[in-house]
C-alpha cells in the first residue's frame, strides 16, 4: 500500500491529536498571520518590481522638462498613472488647469492644496500593509507562546491521569507543544524584517516625492509669474 500524502500525513501528527479548541483557534490565527505575511511581501515585492521601471523613465525625463507643455505631454504619457510621480504630475497639472475656476485664491495656492493633498495619498498608500506586518511581528510570538502554554498544560494533565511519569512519556508532548512557538516565531521573524525594509524604503522614496512635488511647484508657477512681470 501507498504512503498517504504529505499534507495527510502531516495532520496525522500526534500535535494535531492533542490540540483542543483553543489549540485549533491559536493554530489558525498563526497560520492566518503567516499567510497574510507573506502575500503583503509579495504584493508589494511585485508592486515594487513593476514600478522601478516607470520610476527611473519618468524621473530621467522629467530631467528635460523645461515648460508647462512638456509636463503635460510627460504626463499624459503611457503608464505614468501607475507610480507616485506620475500621479503627482497629474494632481499638479489638473489643479493648475482648474484653478482659475476655484475661488478667489491664487493659483499657486490651488497648486499647492494639490500637491500636498496628492503626497499625502501617496504617503498613505506606501504604507499599506505595514500596520499588519507589525503586528504579527509583534503579536504572533506571544500568540505562539500561549499555545505551548496551553497545550503543554493538557499534555501534563493527560500524563498525570495515566500515572505514566517517566521522561520518555514527558519528553514527547512537551515537546510537540513547543510547536506552538515556532510556528509563532516563524510568523514574527519575517513579518518583522519586512516591516523594518519596506519601512526604511519609504523613509527613503517619501523625500524624493516631496522634491518632486515641490519642482513641479516651482515649474508651473515661474510660468505663472513671467507673463504678470512681463506686462507694464
Known amino acids: 500500500m501507498s504512503e498517504p500524502f504529505v499534507p495527510f500525513a502531516l495532520f496525522a501528527h500526534p500535535f494535531f491529536a492533542r490540540l483542543d479548541a483553543v489549540g485549533w483557534t491559536v493554530l489558525t490565527v498563526l497560520v492566518s498571520l503567516f499567510l497574510a505575511t507573506v502575500a503583503i511581501i509579495g504584493a508589494r515585492l511585485w508592486l515594487a518590481a513593476r514600478e522601478r521601471p516607470l520610476v527611473c523613465a519618468f524621473r530621467a525625463a522629467f530631467a528635460q522638462v523645461d515648460s508647462h507643455p512638456a509636463l503635460s505631454a510627460l504626463a499624459a504619457a503611457r503608464g505614468a498613472t501607475r507610480h507616485p510621480y506620475g500621479r503627482l504630475a497629474r494632481a499638479a497639472l489638473e489643479a493648475w488647469r482648474t484653478a482659475s475656476h476655484r475661488g478667489t485664491l491664487h493659483r499657486s495656492e490651488w497648486l499647492y492644496r494639490a500637491l500636498q493633498t496628492q503626497l499625502e495619498r501617496e504617503v498613505a498608500e506606501r504604507e499599506w500593509g505595514l500596520t ?3 503586528t504579527a511581528a509583534n503579536t ?24 505514566e511519569a517517566s521522561l520518555a512519556a514527558v519528553a514527547g508532548p512537551v515537546g510537540e507543544a513547543l510547536i506552538m512557538t515556532a510556528v509563532g516565531l516563524a510568523v514574527a521573524i519575517p513579518a518583522a524584517i519586512a516591516h523594518n525594509l519596506f519601512g526604511r524604503a519609504n523613509r527613503l522614496v517619501i523625500p524624493e516625492l516631496e522634491a518632486f512635488a515641490h519642482a513641479c511647484y516651482l515649474l508651473l508657477a515661474a510660468e505663472d509669474e513671467e507673463p504678470a512681470a512681463a506686462t507694464p
Do not use: E
Open 132 to 134: 499588519l506586518l507589525a
Open 140 to 163: 504572533a510570538p506571544y500568540i505562539g507562546l500561549f499555545g505551548t502554554v496551553w497545550s503543554i498544560y493538557h499534555a501534563l494533565s493527560a500524563i498525570a491521569l495515566s500515572g
